[in-house]
């Protein structure tokens, strides 16, 4: 259960990802049905100054001892720098070897690979890093076009609002879609964005408001149990097919197809915390033909059956 929460800080660290942080894990939100997180904002020594990287300050009530018992290690960009300081390394590796989980945001895969943690691994950072990073960790497999990548115990994220998409991917697999779609919320921001979309996207606001595909998107939401095709969905947008499939994913970094199986994966995930329906039943609900082809796309979606899910998040009276 992810219950611990620590931020290792150093100097030059990056105020704004460190905040995605601290809005994810670090308010309560106990009142919204968000289970609360013991959050400890840590540097070398207890009681520390360290410096952001637009030169203001903080101190950090904890030491580097206090991720010796955190479920989660989470890491805000750096300024990139070669070398980092042993004792981040030191704590990063331990923290690894004893079983935590790890997070990073933007450069903040930078001092994971720097402690080896990432060799052999698949991990992505934010695409103006991509040469460098893979310059100097070759034994890194970075995926330099997604968003985020989970890597079981290590979750790697691009820019700022991947690492809010990759936060939230993490509470929803440790504790459930209700506690992301509850922080979400209160963020104002999208509940899920696939890990595997483009981290640029064309257009991520459309030009003009009356052209974007939103009112489409907002139907097909609620309309997910049935089959659609991009020759249909084209005609509702009145675009021809080939217009319509390159502003779908100028607005969405995704096909028609991989948006409609994500929303579908997801409702699938909010009927089985919530609901008392069949798996055979959900399938049919979530426009997946049968309960084998909805455990096809839930398990590569969500790495586990649909039944093991709802055994681990079910909601009870």
């Known amino acids: 259960m992810l219950r611990t929460v620590a931020v290792p800080l150093i100097d030059d660290f990056a105020s704004f990802e460190f905040g995605v942080i601290c809005e994810v894990f670090g308010i309560d939100r106990t009142e919204d049905g968000v289970p609360p997180f013991d959050f400890r904002v840590c540097a070398p020594t207890p009681d520390r100054t360290v410096r952001t990287s637009f030169g203001g300050t903080m101190t950090a009530p904890f030491g580097f001892d206090a991720l010796d018992d955190a479920d989660l290690i989470a890491l805000p960009a750096f300024t990139?720098?070669?070398?980092?300081?042993?004792?981040?390394?030191?704590?990063?590796?331990?923290?690894h070897e004893r079983g935590a989980?790890?997070?990073?945001?933007?450069?903040?895969?930078?001092?994971?690979?720097?402690?080896?943690?990432?060799?052999?691994?698949?991990?992505?950072?934010?695409?103006?890093?991509?040469?460098?990073?893979?310059?100097?960790?070759?034994?890194?497999?970075?995926?330099?076009?997604?968003?985020?990548?989970?890597?079981?115990?290590?979750?790697?994220?691009?820019?700022?609002?991947a690492g809010i998409d990759a936060a939230l991917h993490l509470v929803r697999r440790e504790i459930g879609s209700e506690a992301a779609t509850a922080i979400a919320r209160r963020m104002v921001v999208p509940p899920q964005r696939d890990g595997g979309q483009r981290q640029f996207i064309v257009q991520p606001v459309p030009e003009h408001c009356a052209?974007?595909?939103?009112?489409?998107?907002?139907?097909?939401?609620?309309?997910?149990?049935?089959?659609?095709?991009?020759a249909e969905l084209a005609r509702r947008a009145h675009m021809s097919e080939r217009t319509f499939a390159r502003r779908f994913v100028a607005e969405t970094g995704t096909t028609p197809h991989r948006w409609l199986s994500a929303q579908r994966?997801?409702?699938?995930?909010?009927?089985?915390?919530?609901?008392?329906?069949?798996?055979?039943?959900?399938?049919?609900?979530c426009g997946f033909a049968t309960a084998a082809m909805l455990r096809h796309h839930f398990r590569r979606a969500v790495g586990v059956a649909p039944a093991e899910y709802r055994r681990a998040f079910a909601q009870t009276a």
Do not use: M
């Not at 720098?81 to 590796?93: H, K, T, V």
């Not at 960790?137 to 691009?158: H, M």
């Not at 994966?265 to 609900?285: D, G, K, Q, Y």
């Open 211 to 230: 052209d974007s595909l939103e009112p489409l998107l907002s139907w097909l939401s609620e309309r997910l149990d049935r089959e659609h095709s991009v």
């Open 265 to 285: 994966v997801l409702h699938a995930r909010r009927l089985l915390e919530r609901s008392e329906l069949t798996i055979e039943e959900i399938a049919r609900a």
């Open 101 to 161: 989980q790890l997070l990073t945001v933007c450069s903040g895969a930078f001092a994971l690979a720097a402690a080896g943690l990432l060799d052999g691994r698949r991990c992505t950072t934010h695409w103006r890093h991509a040469d460098d990073f893979a310059d100097r960790f070759p034994n890194a497999k970075l995926d330099r076009d997604v968003l985020y990548v989970d890597d079981g115990d290590i979750i790697t994220s691009a820019g700022t609002a």
């Open 80 to 95: 990139i720098r070669d070398p980092y300081p042993p004792e981040l390394l030191d704590a990063l590796r331990e923290s």
